[in-house]
């Protein structure tokens, strides 16, 4: 199917659209129209109209992770769109937060979002087909809460505080004419470990590339290039990036990975 993506909101601006810290994309499949993502507050439903979609076209929307940089555009979303509904992974709640010493900050989904709007969420589960062509895939790596604690990112559970493993994460999987493309936000259970997740769940596929943060602007530069040759071990051919990526380790990835790498960018048209 032919695949046309467009950045709506990115940290890096472009002109007069304003960009923030978060990500927003909305990818045109066909005749459906699937956001990506909805940025830290309603910049992503200026930048739509800018950039000449109306928030109220849009079929599907659907969550990467339940972070408030890709979350709080939420409201504002079912506000100007009626009908469309937004897509969450069934483990999501208003439960991540970040460790600072023995403070815990929160940065989750805005709290009270998901009970006001529950008529508007569907919490889905394992392998999900949003139309045809088009899937939401969870992790499937064993141990991702080693990565949350290396993040000091923790969820808040009856049981005291857990250190996140990421079962709110999801990628949005899109079967192009190049082959699968992946829409990852913040990729925290690790970029290469997500385009393995789903060379292993379509086997019979070929994956193109992958789209998103890679939540790689706290990390050392030798753990940049440790991840650019996992990257280049999975096969695939492109890879666009921003938002928690940063400069610096974005420029790594070019002098590792070459032409495979873009910097998303609000406005970026990418076509599949």
């Given at each position: 199917m032919a695949t046309k993506l467009t950045v709506i909101v990115d940290n890096t601006e472009n002109g007069d659209i304003r960009g923030e810290w978060g990500l927003s994309i909305l990818a045109e499949y066909g005749d459906k129209k699937?956001?990506?993502d909805v940025g830290a507050s309603d910049l992503f439903a200026e930048n739509l109209k800018k950039l000449g979609f109306e928030i109220g076209s849009i079929d599907f929307a659907t969550l990467s992770h339940a972070h408030y940089d890709h979350s709080n555009g939420m409201a504002r979303f079912f506000k100007d769109n009626e009908t469309a509904k937004f897509y969450l992974r069934a483990s999501t709640g208003e439960d991540c937060y970040f460790k600072y010493w023995v403070f815990h900050k929160y940065i989750g989904i805005s709290k009270g979002v998901m009970s006001e709007f529950s008529d508007r969420i569907e919490l889905v589960s394992g392998d999900y087909e949003l139309c045809d062509g088009v899937y939401l895939i969870p992790h499937k790596t064993e141990g991702l809460e080693s990565i949350g604690k290396r993040e000091r990112m923790y969820r808040r559970t009856e049981n005291g505080w857990k250190?996140?493993?990421?079962?709110h994460e999801q990628s949005l999987v899109l079967d192009t004419e190049k082959g699968l493309v992946i829409i990852n936000c913040c990729s925290h259970g690790g970029a290469a470990n997500i385009i393995n997740e789903v060379k292993n769940t379509f086997p019979e596929k070929k994956v193109y590339g992958l789209i998103g943060g890679?939540?790689?602007?706290n990390k050392s530069d030798e753990e940049v290039r440790e991840l650019a040759k996992a990257i280049e071990n999975t096969g695939i051919e492109y890879v666009c990036t921003g938002h928690c990526t940063k400069q610096r380790a974005y420029n790594i990835l070019r002098e590792e990975l070459g032409d495979?790498?873009?910097?998303l960018k609000v406005g970026l048209v990418m076509d599949f």
């Open positions: 699937i956001l990506a250190p996140d493993n990421f079962s890679l939540h790689l602007f495979k790498v873009e910097q």
